[in-house]
């Protein structure tokens, strides 16, 4: 399949100059690159910006509640591992309402993958400040500028042990594609946490800003060293390196589960008139 | 013939096998019981007590007071010495020093732990000199106690034996067998409630355990090899319900099992439900609130919240089971109808309900028939384009499933189109509004008006409303005051919502009095009553500090009453 073929023919509502058009584009390229029938690929999202995303492309779409991403694609993962499961939505919803899931889900290790868009503000509720957003940084909901530490996304999830690990830069489209493709194969659970500017909001982390800062991972760096890939992701915020920093498979939850190894829950038939006469037998 | 006989203790000291075992061996005489758990929220210590009611007839409420009363701590000597019927045994440790005519003292510490090294045995030869007192076969409790602990059962009987040895011969004459082997089922109503939803195809679980809700998880959980379906513990239950929303667009029957604060956790998800018109059963085990309230007590506090849970306006099912048979066909119910409007079912239970054992007739897996009301890949590869939400007469857009065919399936928690996409068009809202909505009238169509008893129109007579499992309990005291020459109706509900609210104030409004009886404050069905209905009951008998009704409280209330 074409890249072009997973586009809905729709109005998008992005601002001119955001990011998410060239992680719509980097994903269609991805998918294309991995030659996945879009009838096989379900996209859940959550709520705001980058949720949207869902709307754009042609392909099988669950766009739940704020926050509750992870979680939805979770349970869909586990009744149908026939399915290509992505959850994609924006910094706010993944990592700060949906926190929770996020961390439970690594531990689970379903093979579903994770696209934080990461531009570190509020873009559907007008510019408040994310997760992300570094301290002291000031918007209309935080006159005094962040107080909090900004979240290290993929420091958390290499600690919780998840199996991929990586950062993008929306800038790079191509680059970006790759490490999405690279993300969907793998087996496991994947983040890639994709930086982005917000021209409507953020005037710290501009487009020229993370142009500045933005380093690739060097050939030389090994994708299953996880001490590196640590340090990686507890880079200086002077020097933002993209590219994958861990990568190393272990079962999955549906490898491990009896139930799911059997093959898709949703698709068994109804339980059989005998089984169910010898389950009521233990109240006989 | 009607016995009652109390177990009490404190947690750890097994009062809950004690109960099952005796529970059991009067099953396996063939006699009727009901059995219900009370119990402090502890690990050890506090109060456990098991009160079970064993009859030659079915019955299916609990009772204050007991004819026999096993006691294991000074604790429970002293909540429950008062709770004697005249006549009454008592069977305690001798350690706490209990005196009288019909009281057995046993030395059943020093027993434990000098025969048999296991201070925890204490229990089993109290129960064993009570079932001799009982006039039990020694070998039918034995038979029970292997069925509950199974490989751990040998010390156990050398203990009954030293409570049979040590018994006093027996007082009471029972009743042969009312039922063969195979007649009966005995279970809980977590039980029925589980087995309901295995019946029902359910392949999908999600629950952070809470109890009252706890026990349906766990059922399913360890049957879940056997019939295929996941059961996860999620991390919260909003991630629960979100998980089960998940799995039901997959095509998996899916259930979350909560108590009020969690399903409060649950209720954007509901309402993400209602709007993506995806099933999902909640199974609500209600206990006393507000926040943790009493965590292992029971109460009918929810009725309200479970019928206006939720932002926005959608239809829902909700069904209070009044029984353990009745939890069982519920459930299976709650499913098919999920499925079958695309709405979510609320299973309205409560702690009582949920750990009280019946007995009951054999259940029959195939009275409610299960059918698919999805698109199978056939008829989907027919269809030259698909619309997940299109608009039909009845509201109820055919369903697809992902990845079973080229025709994409696009869900959104925002208002959308026809195809499930974004939307702010308001001609298509409004019409999505009405879509939905419109499948409250088929769903209504399919429910069960309440149960009236003794039949006929209550015309000119005091009613009694009830809901839920407060049946058994109202139906006995109803009988008892109508047999001394009272003349009331009990109209009693299990299906909540949708309801046919017309033909029920056709019913209720040549009545003389309208009495709710709750275990709630509010009167909760009252105001759902006088809302629909514009009949404001008279009366409302409230109970609410965390315990069921019992028959002989409510004919007190109730003679008052008349």
Redesign the interface.
């Known amino acids: 399949m074409k890249p072009e073929e997973y586009l809905a023919d729709?109005e998008i509502h992005w601002c001119p100059g955001c990011g998410n058009f060239q992680i719509r584009e980097a994903l269609v390229r991805a998918l294309a690159a991995l030659d996945l029938?879009?009838?096989?690929v379900?996209l859940?999202t959550g709520?705001g910006q980058a949720a949207?995303i869902?709307?754009y492309l042609?392909?099988?779409?669950?766009?739940?509640?704020h926050?509750?991403t992870i979680?939805?694609?979770?349970?869909?993962?586990?009744?149908?591992p026939?399915?290509v499961v992505i959850a994609e939505s924006g910094d706010g919803d993944l990592y700060g309402e949906g926190g929770?899931?996020l961390?439970?889900n690594i531990r689970r290790n379903l093979d579903i993958t994770v696209i934080a868009h990461d531009n570190r503000v509020y873009g559907l509720t007008k510019g408040q400040a994310s997760p992300t957003a570094p301290a002291g940084y000031t918007t209309r909901a935080q006159p005094f500028g962040v107080l909090s530490r900004p979240l290290n996304p993929l420091a958390l999830a290499l600690a919780l042990g998840a199996g991929f690990v990586a950062q993008a830069f929306s800038g790079e489209v191509e680059r970006t594609a790759q490490i999405l493709a690279a993300a969907i194969r793998h087996r496991g659970f994947a983040l890639v946490n994709v930086l982005h500017p917000c021209p409507s909001w953020n005037r710290v982390q501009t487009f020229a800003w993370y142009k500045e800062r933005i380093r690739a991972v060097g050939e030389e760096h090994d994708p299953t060293d996880f001490a590196k890939a640590m340090r990686l992701a507890l880079s200086d915020q002077e020097v933002i390196p993209v590219g994958i920093f861990y990568a190393v498979e272990e079962p999955t939850f549906e490898e491990r589960?009896?139930?799911?190894r059997?093959g898709?829950?949703?698709?068994?038939a109804?339980?059989a008139?005998e089984?169910?006469?010898s389950?009521?037998r233990e109240?006989? | 013939m009607e016995l009652l006989i109390r177990l009490a203790g404190a947690a750890g000291q097994g009062i809950q096998s004690l109960g099952e075992i005796l529970a059991r061996a009067f099953f396996r005489s063939g006699l009727y019981l009901h059995a219900e758990l009370s119990y402090h929220s502890r690990i050890r210590g506090g109060e456990n007590a098991f009160t079970l009611r064993v009859s030659d007839k079915p019955v299916f409420a609990t009772r204050r007071d007991v004819d026999l009363l096993v006691v294991l701590t000074a604790e429970m000597w002293k909540a429950y010495q008062k709770k004697l019927r005249e006549g009454a045994w008592v069977v305690a440790e001798e350690s706490l020093g209990i005196e009288g005519p019909r009281v057995l003292s046993l030395p059943a510490q020093k027993l434990a732990r000098e025969k048999l090294k296991l201070p925890i045995a204490m229990g089993v030869i109290l129960l064993g000199a009570a079932a001799k007192l009982l006039g039990l076969p020694e070998e039918k409790v034995a038979q029970a106690i292997q069925e509950v602990f199974g490989e751990k059962a040998e010390s156990n009987l050398q203990a009954l034996s030293l409570g049979y040895e040590h018994g006093s011969p027996p007082v009471w004459d029972l009743p042969g067998p009312q039922f063969g082997?195979?007649e009966?089922?005995?279970?809980t109503g977590g039980?029925a409630v589980g087995?309901g939803a295995?019946?029902a195809?359910c392949?999908?679980l999600?629950a952070y355990p809470m109890t009252p809700g706890t026990p349906v998880m766990e059922f399913l959980a360890q049957?879940?090899?056997?019939?295929?379906?996941?059961v996860?513990q999620?991390?919260?239950e909003?991630?629960a319900i979100?998980?089960?929303?998940?799995?039901?667009?997959?095509?998996?029957r899916?259930m979350v099992t909560t108590s009020g604060g969690g399903f409060a956790l649950m209720v954007?998800?509901l309402s993400?439900a209602g709007m993506?018109e995806t099933p999902v059963v909640i199974h609500l085990g209600q206990r006393p609130g507000p926040a943790t309230g009493l965590p292992t007590r029971t109460s009918q506090e929810n009725l309200l919240f479970a019928l206006y849970a939720g932002h926005g306006e959608f239809p829902r099912f909700l069904c209070a089971p009044r029984d353990q048979e009745s939890a069982f066909y519920c459930t299976i119910r709650a499913f098919e109808l999920a499925e079958k409007y695309q709405v979510p079912s609320i299973l309205l239970t409560d702690q009582y309900l949920v750990d009280s054992y019946a007995v009951i007739p054999?259940?029959d897996?195939?009275r409610i028939p299960?059918r698919s009301h999805v698109l199978s890949p056939e008829e989907l590869g027919k269809l030259p384009t698909y619309e997940r939400f299109a608009l039909t007469p009845s509201g109820v857009s055919p369903r697809a499933?992902?990845?079973l065919?080229?025709?994409?399936?696009?869900?959104?928690?925002?208002e959308h189109d026809s195809y499930?996409?974004?939307t702010e068009d308001l001609e298509i809202r409004k019409a999505m509004v009405e879509k939905r909505l419109k499948k409250e009238e088929g769903l209504r169509e399919e429910v069960e008006g309440p149960v009236v008893y003794p039949e006929g129109h209550p015309r000119g007579k005091t009613v009694v409303l009830g809901w839920g499992s407060t049946f058994g309990a109202l139906r006995e005291a109803v009988e008892e005051v109508n047999s001394r020459g009272g003349d009331f109706v009990l109209v009693h509900f299990q299906d909540l919502w949708p309801q046919k609210w017309g033909e029920i104030a056709d019913l209720l409004g040549p009545a003389q009095r309208l009495i709710t009886v709750e275990n709630n404050a509010w009167g909760q069905l009252g105001k759902l009553l006088a809302q629909e209905t514009g009949l404001i009951p008279h009366q409302h008998i409230a109970r609410y500090d965390g315990r069921p009704f019992v028959p002989e409280e409510l004919v007190e209330a109730l003679t008052h009453e008349a």
């Not at chain 1, 589960?257 to 799911?260: Q, R």
């Not at chain 2, 049957?223 to 996941?230: A, D, K, L, P, Q």
């Open positions: 729709v029938p879009p009838h096989r379900v859940v709520i949207k869902v709307h042609r392909v099988n779409g669950f766009n739940g509640l926050g509750r979680a939805a694609a979770a349970g869909l993962k586990m009744v149908r026939d399915l929770n899931h961390i439970h589960h009896p139930v799911i059997r898709p829950p949703a698709l068994q109804f339980p008139a089984d169910l006469r389950l009521l109240f006989l | 082997p195979g009966r089922m005995l279970l039980q087995a295995i019946a195809g392949k999908f999600a049957r879940s090899e056997r019939f295929g379906i996941v996860e999620a991390e919260d909003i991630a979100n998980m089960a929303l998940g799995a039901a667009y997959g095509g998996a899916a954007e998800g993400l993506i054999p259940l897996p195939q299960l499933l992902p990845g065919s080229p025709h994409l399936v696009l869900v959104d928690s925002d499930g996409r974004i």
